[in-house]
């Protein structure tokens, strides 16, 4: 069965700080996502991760993935209030299953001024 | 991006009836879309797989009878909750990937309280 564990779950930031959220899973995947949600939202997609070594940024997140470690990082650099939302990571299993996500339990990050 | 478009985005039902919900993708087809439920404050869980022209792929755990899924177009999905109760209240989000199968997009949920 595939697991996948975030931590930290809560994330209380100061803006201009840099931290980072984990997201460890346990079996082989093909591929990785991060998502962003805001209260009572739906998801907005922020990176798809394919393969081994891969990173993305976009603004002040940037996603990377080492498939041998299985773990992901999504690392924010100098956070500002707008970046106050929950983020999830969720990973399929592959093959016929590239819709199938099983996600990670969420972080909730809160920028503070 | 491709958008998927969820309705309606609220609903309030009473005890044991029946609620439907529509997914459609707006500027692409989707053969197949995957349905998920999200408790409060809680992860996201796949409870099926909806299938065009086919039927549903359903969890482990989710019961079929109750969670009637039609896939009737390229386009367009739905979920019926069937005698809702209020432990069927929670946001269900569909989902379906847009063109080249990398993005999955989400819709933006139907948050559903059954009193």
């Known amino acids: 069965e595939l697991k996948v564990e975030q931590n930290p779950l809560f994330l209380s930031m100061q803006e201009g700080k840099n931290y980072t959220i984990y997201c460890n899973y346990s079996?082989?995947?093909?591929?990785l996502y991060w998502y962003r949600q805001d209260p009572g939202k739906s998801l907005e997609s922020l990176f798809v991760?394919?393969?081994?070594?891969a990173v993305k940024q976009e603004g002040r997140l940037m996603a990377s993935l080492d498939t041998k470690a299985r773990l992901s990082t999504l690392h924010i650099t100098a956070a500002v209030h707008d970046l106050s939302a929950t983020y999830f990571c969720?990973?399929?299993?592959?093959?016929?299953?590239?819709?199938?996500?099983?996600f990670g339990q969420g972080t909730i990050l809160t920028v503070h001024p | 991006g491709a958008v998927v478009s969820q309705h309606p985005s609220r609903v309030i039902c009473k005890s044991g009836t029946s609620v439907k919900i529509e997914c459609r993708s707006l500027?692409?087809?989707?053969?197949?879309m995957f349905w998920y439920r999200q408790f409060p404050k809680k992860s996201l869980m796949l409870m099926a797989t909806?299938?065009?022209?086919?039927?549903?792929?359903?969890e482990q755990g989710v019961e079929k009878d109750k969670f009637l899924i039609n896939h009737a177009s390229l386009t367009l999905s739905t979920l019926t909750v069937t005698s809702a109760h209020p432990e069927d209240s929670s946001f269900y989000i569909c989902?379906?990937?847009?063109?080249?199968?990398?993005?999955?997009?989400f819709g933006s949920g139907t948050q559903l309280s059954v009193l």
């Open positions: 989902s379906a990937f847009g063109t080249g199968f990398e993005k999955l997009f």
């Open positions: 909806s299938n065009e022209g086919s039927k549903a792929t359903y």
């Open positions: 079996t082989t995947s093909d591929r």
């Open positions: 991760l394919l393969s081994n070594g």
């Open positions: 969720a990973v399929t299993a592959g093959g016929t299953s590239y819709g199938k996500l099983t």
């Open positions: 500027d692409f087809q989707a053969t197949t």
